[in-house]
């Protein structure tokens, strides 16, 4: 069973571009969360989603974030207009049910020039 | 709101010698208290968890206790490791709308030396 996979695993950006990051969770889940990692810092928490769903969108930046889980493929979290705060680690997990233990992936590293 | 709090780091230590990590919270409700580790340019593993009071969590000479009445979930190994380099993560989740999400403390840099 393979592990969770998030691709790409590095993404450099200039300023104003877009970032698509992607996540496919474990077979059989279908619960997804989006973690950010800032330098020097734990994970903060973003978006939770199951298929087709955002359950929970506590964690996302009002503006220029975006994250989508569709019924068919991977979970895409989109950022619109990267600024240099926006480089991180994107780490996404998956959970069989809410609540169960959560899967973590190798994570993006995003860095905007 | 819900908060983990982990023992300053970094921590430096020799081969074979005692680990302890100390992990604090506050949460609403009864929350489900996780260690996960972090190798260098790696996702987090789950290291060990505990569900309920008195629980104690273990997993490859790692061990950690829930402990309700100091609101507590230190990290313990009798016996360190190089190859236990690592950033360890103490993080809890609680049920809710947001059942499963998970808040993490700001993690602790372990280094053992041969």
């Known amino acids: 069973n393979a592990g969770v996979m998030q691709n790409p695993r590095h993404l450099v950006r200039r300023r104003g571009q877009e970032a698509r990051l992607r996540c496919s969770p474990m077979k059989g889940h279908s619960h997804v969360y989006w973690y950010r990692q800032l330098p020097e810092e734990g994970l903060k928490f973003m978006v939770y989603l199951q298929k087709e769903n955002i359950i929970d969108e506590s964690g996302m930046p009002k503006e220029r974030f975006s994250a989508e889980f569709p019924k068919e493929g991977p979970s895409i979290l989109r950022i619109q207009q990267v600024v240099r705060g926006d480089s991180a680690a994107y780490f996404c997990?998956?959970?069989?049910?809410?609540?169960?233990?959560?899967?973590f992936g190798p994570g993006t590293r995003l860095l905007v020039l | 709101g819900d908060s983990v709090t982990q023992m300053e780091g970094p921590v430096t230590l020799s081969e074979e010698a005692f680990l302890t990590i100390n992990c604090t919270y506050t949460a609403t409700g009864y929350p489900s208290l996780f260690w996960y580790v972090q190798y260098p340019g790696e996702g987090l593993q789950l290291l060990l968890k505990a569900t309920k009071a008195d629980d104690k969590g273990s997993n490859k000479g790692f061990e950690a206790t829930y402990r309700k009445e100091t609101t507590s979930f230190h990290l313990e190994k009798g016996s360190v490791q190089v190859s236990d380099s690592a950033v360890y993560f103490c993080a809890l989740s609680v049920g809710g709308t947001s059942y499963g999400k998970l808040t993490f403390g700001q993690g602790t840099i372990l280094t053992v030396h041969p």
């Open positions: 997990a998956s959970s069989p049910s809410g609540g169960e233990t959560q899967y």
